[in-house]
Structures are given as structure tokens and as C-alpha cells.
């Protein structure tokens, strides 16, 4: 009985485990949550394995050779049972819990101290410089649409930044309250959620409204500034209005 | 000319754990690497139907220091990423490629990937991008040939996993990492080569797996919940920079085409700190213990890790006081 129920597993656990991991991958794909996750260049590959992991499933439901897989022995049952079970379900409730958004408490383990000095990130360039040279050169009396990342790179530059500063701004972000400030924060992601890189402004004043837990986005508009304390200039927004925004559909900056 | 920084002025050193985003980190870290493993087990099914084992040891040098040396240059020109690498590096062991040979090749690939060193150049494109590139790629090398020769020391048995080495080798001898090889025809274009392909691709896809899961799932425990503020104190530090550089690589499990971003931006970070970072992590780290451990027996992956943190800790020791 037991033997028989073993070489039930050992037949279907792999095409259950690979249609799992292809419907898991399908879904994410579907519902748009892949965009919280990875980069642009990699979601296609992920499709592609998706369909192939459920390929593979059908081909191994009908081209498996019992005499390729010995039957574990009874010391080794449990080990098979909990190998399928470790590649099975952490992945299906990974999907299912992850959030939406990188809460604070990440922010503040991924962020880096700005005190220290801000490095530039070379990477980055092109598409950044552009959106920098479109805001400058915008109707002045009309909020100017910025990313974050754009009051960064306008920071870093004496001569932008004095012709920047003082224009009415238009931008969104997360919105995440920390020790009695509020940041307008976006992340930037290379290639998943576990390399994206918090980067952020400051909001005048601590916008107690918000949600602390850095999950919920903004669009806010008003005056931009740049402050500078101890010789290190932190972009800031004088804020005129604050409302909470739909998520955009790409959450992340990428470089 | 572009600049961005990462800042946020009030990060404290005790934020803690989001349990949420542990999840969301290692969803990331096993969605981006699934696509790499499926490849890795596809090449290797090509492989373990259409190769046989003679034509790659023929192809072999005699020597397995030559051997090792034409491992590292192979790593430079056909570049895989970790997870890609590991079913294709199982299966060439079991063809009849020595697995000292082999490991090099699996350490070489993502380390001295050209995608690497362009990726390196341009994290730090206006922080003296070729003296980076040079000092990632030269030590690199250095800690590979000495890795390199440590394991052509090794015996099969030291090096490989008891299935590995025997596990499907009691039906077919072939598959035996013993040199003396047995050719067995290949099924290649049949019913039965399609049978033995798609058992090979799904057992190397599902058995490496398992190791990715558990790698992703430290790996995304750390890399979310450890503040890296806490080297920061640390980072400029003539001999305690570069333990923080290998400790940040340690724990945040990047791969080494994305790692010099990261740490370009990491200012508290003296150069030698940032290089022992980048010649660190992409030989081995929490997710790639794992990993290895789906091929290799836990002493010799120990042995490995002591090894190449300790050979890049004096590298980039030497060049601190250097400097």
C-alpha cells in the first residue's frame, strides 16, 4: 500500500511541482504582478519557461519510464515527500502573499545614508538626462510632470539646480513617514525585487495622513527645492497638494 | 550627464524584518533564476542525449591543470549565469569531465563574465571604471587559478555528491565520472531519446531547484532584512573594509551582473572594500552554497568558501596597504 502510494508520488509529483511552477508564472504574468517583480527584459523569459514547464509536465505524464526513477527506499520516503513539498508550496505562497509594494521597514534595511555623500550612478544616463533637459525647458507657470530620480540628477548639478529650483512640480511615488519626516520615495530595480534600491525626496512637512508603511502612492504637486545641510543638497518638495494615485504600471524605475 | 543617489537620511540601524517582503524578494529570486535553470536543464538533456562522452573527452586537454586553464578561458567566452551553469557542470561530470575541471568552469562563468566587467565599467563610470574593471577581472583570476589548483588535488570522491558520483551510475557507466568510459550509443532522434531527454531535463530542472528555493529563500531573509548601514561605521577601514565587502556579498546574494550597481553607490565603501564585494560574491554567497550543494558534498563546499573568501580577503588586503 505504501509502496504504491510512493510510486503514485514519484510519477505525478514532477508534473504537479512544473505545472504548479507554470501556472504560478502564467498568473503572475496575467494579473500584471510581474511588473512588481522583475525587469522588463526578463518577464519574457519567464513566459517562455512558464510554457515550457507545462510542456514538460504533459511530456512526463506520458513518456515516464518507472524504470528511470528507482523507487525510494522506506528510510527515504519521507525525504521524497518533503523534497516535493519544499518545491511546491513555498513558491505558490510566495506568490500569494507577496505584496504589492516594498513596505518601509525594507526601505530603511536598503536605503544608504545620505550623510556619507550621494554617488553617482553613471548607469543610468540617457533617459534620465532627457526627462532632466524636458523639465527645464517646460512652461513655467504649469506643474512639470518630474520623476523622483529627476530632482536627484537636478541636485547634483549647481547650474540646473539653480534654474530648477522654485518651478512647480508634478510627481508620484510611495509615500513613507519616518521619525517625524515624510520622503517621496520610488525604487529602482536592475533586474527583481530583491535588488531595488529606494531612492527619495523630501516632503516639507510630515504628512501624517499617509499610510506609515510606505505602501501607498502618491501623486503630489508643488515647489521644488534644494536645501542643503552640511554641504549636501537633499532635494525637496514644498507640497501644495497631496492625493493618494493608482499604482503606475511600472512601479519600478529601471536604469 | 545623469546622477542619482539612494539616500534617506534617517535609516536606523534597527528597522527589522517585513515578512511580506521577504516573500516578495524570494518570489523575485526564484522567478528571475527559473528561466536560467530551465535552460541549464535543457542544454544538459541535449547534452545527455546527442553527446557522447568520448567526443568530450577527446576534446579535453590531457592535463588537468591544462584542463583547468582551458575552464577559466571557456568561462570568459561562453559566459552562464549560476543557475544556468549547474545542471550543464552535473552533466558534464557525468560524461567524463573531471569535476575539477568542471567546477572551475562553474566558477569562472558568471565571475569572469564579460557582461560582468561591462556591467562594472559602467556602475562606476565616473569613479575610475577602468582601474575597477582591472582590479575585479585580475583578482578574480587569481583566486580562480588558486581555487583551480586546489581542487585538481581532489579526488572524484572529495569533490562530487555520493549520487552524483555513483547515484546513476550503477545502471549505465557511462554516466560515471570514472575516466574510464564506456560509449554507449546514443538514443539521439527516437521515441526513447525523447523519453530519456525529457527524464534527464526534468530530474536536472526539479533537482537543482530544490537548491535555488532554499539558496532564494536565505537570501531573500538577508537581503531584505539586514540594514546595510551597519558596515557603513566599517567600510573605509584598512582591514575590516574588505571583510565588510565580502560580508555585504555574503548576504546579499546579487549576481555579478547587477552587483556593481549596487555597491558603486555604496559610498561608505573604500575601493578595496567594493572590490573584495565584487570578487566575493560571484564565486560564492548564501544563495550560491545552496546551490553548489545540489552537485557538490557539504566538506568540499566548505573547503571552497573558506578558500575564496580567505584568497580575496589578502588580495584586497595587499592592495589596501598597497595603496
Not at chain 1, 130 to 153: F, G, R
Not at chain 1, 193 to 209: E, G, H, T, W, Y
Not at chain 1, 227 to 245: F, M, Q, R, W
Request: aromatic share 8%; with cysteine.
Amino acid at each position: 500500500m505504501i509502496d504504491r502510494l510512493t510510486r503514485q508520488i514519484t510519477f505525478f509529483a514532477p508534473a504537479a511541482v512544473m505545472s504548479a511552477w507554470g501556472t504560478v508564472m502564467l498568473h503572475t504574468i496575467a494579473s500584471g504582478h510581474i511588473n512588481r517583480i522583475l525587469s522588463p527584459t526578463l518577464r519574457s523569459y519567464v513566459l517562455v519557461a512558464a510554457v515550457l514547464l507545462l510542456v514538460l509536465s504533459a511530456l512526463h505524464l506520458f513518456l515516464y519510464d518507472p524504470a528511470s526513477d528507482p523507487t525510494p527506499s522506506a528510510s527515504g520516503r519521507w525525504r521524497h515527500l518533503i523534497r516535493w513539498l519544499v518545491l511546491l508550496l513555498p513558491v505558490v505562497a510566495a506568490s500569494i502573499l507577496s505584496p504589492s509594494a516594498l513596505s518601509s521597514t525594507t526601505l530603511a534595511n536598503r536605503a544608504l545614508d545620505s550623510t556619507t555623500g550621494a554617488i553617482p550612478m553613471a548607469s543610468m544616463g540617457a533617459a534620465n538626462n532627457q526627462n532632466v533637459q524636458a523639465a527645464l525647458s517646460a512652461d513655467p507657470n504649469q506643474p512639470v510632470p518630474v520623476e523622483v530620480t529627476d530632482l536627484i540628477t537636478l541636485s547634483q548639478s549647481p547650474e540646473q539646480m539653480k534654474a530648477f529650483a522654485g518651478r512647480k512640480v508634478r510627481t508620484v511615488g510611495l509615500i513613507s513617514n519616518q521619525d517625524g519626516s515624510s520622503k517621496l520615495v520610488r525604487w529602482i530595480m536592475w533586474c527583481c525585487a530583491a535588488d531595488a534600491q529606494p531612492s527619495s525626496v523630501a516632503l516639507d512637512n510630515d504628512i501624517s495622513s499617509g499610510t506609515k508603511d510606505g505602501t501607498q502612492w502618491v501623486e503630489v504637486t508643488g515647489t521644488a527645492q534644494f536645501p542643503s545641510t552640511l554641504g549636501h543638497v537633499v532635494p525637496k518638495i514644498e507640497v501644495d497638494t497631496i492625493k493618494p494615485t493608482q499604482e503606475p504600471d511600472e512601479p519600478y524605475l529601471s536604469p | 550627464m545623469f546622477f542619482a543617489a539612494f539616500d534617506l537620511p534617517t535609516a536606523s540601524p534597527s528597522a527589522g524584518l517585513s515578512w511580506p517582503d521577504v516573500a516578495l524578494s524570494f518570489f523575485a529570486i526564484v522567478l528571475e533564476g527559473t528561466p536560467f535553470l530551465l535552460l541549464g536543464a535543457i542544454v544538459s538533456g541535449l547534452v545527455d542525449v546527442f553527446l557522447p562522452a568520448g567526443l568530450i573527452k577527446d576534446w579535453l586537454p590531457r592535463s588537468k591543470i591544462h584542463g583547468m586553464f582551458t575552464a577559466l578561458g571557456t568561462g570568459v567566452i561562453l559566459p552562464l549565469c549560476e543557475c544556468g551553469a549547474l545542471p550543464i557542470v552535473q552533466r558534464l561530470i557525468r560524461k567524463g569531465v573531471p569535476p575539477s575541471v568542471a567546477a572551475t568552469y562553474m566558477l569562472a562563468a558568471p565571475a569572469l563574465n564579460p557582461l560582468a566587467m561591462f556591467s562594472t565599467f559602467l556602475a562606476f563610470r565616473n569613479q575610475d571604471p577602468w582601474l575597477m574593471v582591472v582590479l575585479r577581472f585580475a583578482f578574480s583570476l587569481v583566486v580562480l587559478v588558486f581555487l583551480g589548483l586546489w581542487m585538481v588535488r581532489l579526488r572524484p570522491d572529495q569533490m562530487l555528491r555520493a549520487e552524483t558520483l555513483v547515484g546513476l551510475t550503477k545502471k549505465n557507466q557511462e554516466l560515471s565520472p570514472n575516466p574510464d568510459l564506456i560509449q554507449i550509443p546514443r538514443p539521439g532522434w527516437s521515441l526513447g531519446g525523447l523519453q530519456q531527454f525529457t527524464g534527464a531535463v526534468i530530474r536536472d530542472f526539479t533537482g537543482v531547484l530544490l537548491f535555488l528555493v532554499i539558496g532564494a529563500a536565505v537570501a531573500a531573509l538577508f537581503s531584505t532584512g539586514f540594514n546595510r548601514n551597519l558596515l557603513a561605521p566599517i567600510g573605509q577601514n584598512l582591514i575590516l573594509g574588505p571583510l565588510a565587502g565580502i560580508l555585504l556579498a555574503q548576504l546579499l546574494c546579487l549576481c555579478s551582473s547587477t552587483d556593481a550597481f549596487i555597491i558603486a553607490a555604496f559610498a561608505p565603501f573604500s575601493v578595496s572594500a567594493k572590490i573584495a564585494f565584487l570578487v566575493a560574491g560571484p564565486l560564492i554567497d548564501l544563495k550560491l552554497y545552496w546551490l553548489y550543494r545540489s552537485a557538490f558534498p557539504a566538506r568540499f563546499v566548505h573547503g571552497l568558501w573558506i578558500r575564496a573568501l580567505a584568497a580575496t580577503f589578502l588580495l584586497t588586503l595587499l592592495y589596501a596597504f598597497r595603496s
